[in-house]
T-cell receptor
Framework: ETGVTQTPRHLVMGMTNKKSLKCEQHLGHNAMYWYKQSAKKPLELMFVYNFKEQTENNSVPSRFSPECPNSSHLFLHLHTLQPEDSALYLC?????????????FGPGTRLTVL | DAKTTQPPSMDCAEGRAANLPCNHSTISGNEYVYWYRQIHSQGPQYIIHGLKNNETNEMASLIITEDRKSSTLILPHATLRDTAVYYCIVKISGNTPLVFGKGTRLSVIA
């Protein structure tokens, strides 16, 4: 039990669909992250939220739209995706205090875009 | 871009110590060395971190050279379940995100 849950675990969608990925952390953390991992590539940071505010957008295309309604929940809204967006999408959270360093990752959502 | 250099792959016999090296020659004085691992298609898992001193926990030991330009992660008795990609990352403390490189793919062989 990592304390970070992601739903759904697997998602298949067409290029014209709209879907959302959900992440929830039960650890009382105040920062949340979205990462993307394409096949045979390193994890890429997408977005960072601190205290519900977006503090980093790593040049992510607008077809990916994050939402952080509170410190425990993070969403990634998807629309008009491309097949090359097929990847493992990972959510993580961390506590904001200096000296407390560990990021906890969820199990990921395996996305396939047809 | 990742600030670390790791060998792409390593093998280790089950029950033996696995020593995974990492070079971080441009590390700054306030940057920590972190190690994470990712078992196939799962989320990365924190292993250990350190600043200057060597560190040990229930999973591994971290040896940092005196000049801090390199480090070694030691899994004292590798098991088949330790087969994973191991990432060495340097970053400052707090809510700064992790920047992942390609890591080292460790294969533990029976």
């Amino acid at each position: 039990e990592t304390g970070v849950t992601q739903t759904p675990r697997h998602l298949v969608m067409g290029m014209t669909n709209k879907k959302s990925l959900k992440c929830e952390q039960h650890l009382g953390h105040n920062a949340m992250y979205w990462y993307k991992q394409s096949a045979k590539k390193p994890l890429e940071l997408m977005f960072v939220y601190n205290f519900k505010e977006q503090t980093e957008n790593n040049s992510v295309p607008s077809r990916f739209s994050p939402e952080c309604p509170n410190s425990s929940h993070l969403f990634l809204h998807l629309h008009t995706l491309q097949p090359e967006d097929s990847a493992l999408y990972l959510c993580a959270s961390s506590q904001g205090s200096i000296g407390y360093n560990e990021q906890f990752f969820g199990p990921g959502t395996r996305l396939t875009v047809l | 871009d990742a600030k670390t250099t790791q060998p792409p792959s390593m093998d280790c016999a089950e029950g033996r110590a696995a020593n995974l090296p990492c070079n971080h020659s441009t590390i700054s004085g306030n940057e920590y060395v972190y190690w994470y691992r990712q078992i196939h298609s799962q989320g990365p898992q924190y292993i250990i971190h350190g600043l200057k001193n060597n560190e040990t926990n229930e999973m591994a030991s971290l040896i940092i050279t005196e000049d801090r330009k390199s480090s070694t992660l030691i899994l004292p008795h590798a098991t088949l379940r330790d087969t994973a990609v191991y990432y060495c990352i340097v970053k400052i403390s707090g809510n700064t995100p992790l920047v992942f490189g390609k890591g080292t793919r460790l294969s533990v062989i029976a």
